[in-house]
């Protein structure tokens, strides 16, 4: 979300979300997150075939990618992934998304990538949430066709704040929106409304508290399950595995979480990724990254 001279983390959130609505998603500077540079980097990619498509959602069209190589064995399971980017930005050519999507395809383990509304202070949940899920039915409703594999082998996923979506997307499936995803998949996700903090009343000066009041619309929205889910009952959760990264400051609301669900009897799997910060799988030559990606298709493959 940067280039060389400006970077819009550095903006207080009222000034980025102005920005944001006014420019658009900033442009990479990264000259080898393109598919033919990955492919030349990581041979095993060359196979991946890809689909753009667009998913018509309540509040307007959001474009999504299938992921698929008929050379690799197929493990029978798919996977839904949505990615992050604080609630207000990412895209599906970031390699959080696009790189991800591509390792996972070339292990036999189809995907479809996700978009979504961004909140840019005018949308709020349950605009995004909604988005999901509806990426979430198109999936279920076309997963041969699409991936190749049936509809109960799904399996929902996303990180950073695309954790926060799917884990609240998964607890609205259990309460009644729709089928529960076959598992369900976290890489550092933001699933609680101040993850350094989690269990602790949320700080308004906290920049990560900020952006959840962004995304949820109002301090009551803050305390309810479906936006945040850590706030709420494991139960009735599918299997899940939550990658967390020893660096990060938003490690504790992964493991809270993984701990909220073991609490439940759900079998939730906890990987720790030594040496990784946030956002590690966004950076292809980051050797922590390759790493997390093979734990989450090794855990898939089971």
Known sequence: ?????????????????????????????????????????????????????????????????????ATAAPTGRGLVWVHGGAFIGGYLDMPESHWFALELASRGIPVLAADYTKCLGDVH?????????????????????????????????GASAGGALTSGVTARLRDGAGEVPAGLVLVYPVVHPDGPHPGQIPDPASPTTQLALNYAGSVEA???????????????????LV?????DGLKPSGVAFAELLRGA????????????????INEPADPTALPTIEAVARWMGT
Do not use: K
């Open 243 to 247: 990658v967390v990264c020893e660096l």
């Open 265 to 280: 009897g759900v079998q939730a799997t906890l990987h720790l990724e030594p040496g990784a910060d946030h956002a590690h």
């Open 222 to 240: 803050l305390a309810d399950p479906h936006v945040f889910a850590g706030l709420g009952s494991g139960e009735g959760f599918p299997r899940t």
């Open 125 to 157: 949940y349950p605009v995004p949430s909604d988005d999901v899920i509806a990426a979430w039915q198109y999936a279920g409703d076309h997963a041969q066709e699409l991936l190749g594999v049936d509809a109960g082998s799904l399996h929902l996923g």
């Open 1 to 69: 979300m940067a280039d060389a001279e400006f970077d819009i983390r550095a903006l207080p959130l009222a000034d980025a979300l102005a920005w944001l609505r006014d420019h658009g998603e900033p442009a990479d500077p990264r000259n080898d997150i393109d598919t033919a540079s990955l492919q030349r980097r990581f041979p095993r990619l060359r196979h991946v075939q890809t689909r753009d498509l667009v998913i018509e959602t309540p509040h307007g069209p959001q474009p999504a990618r299938a992921y698929r190589d």
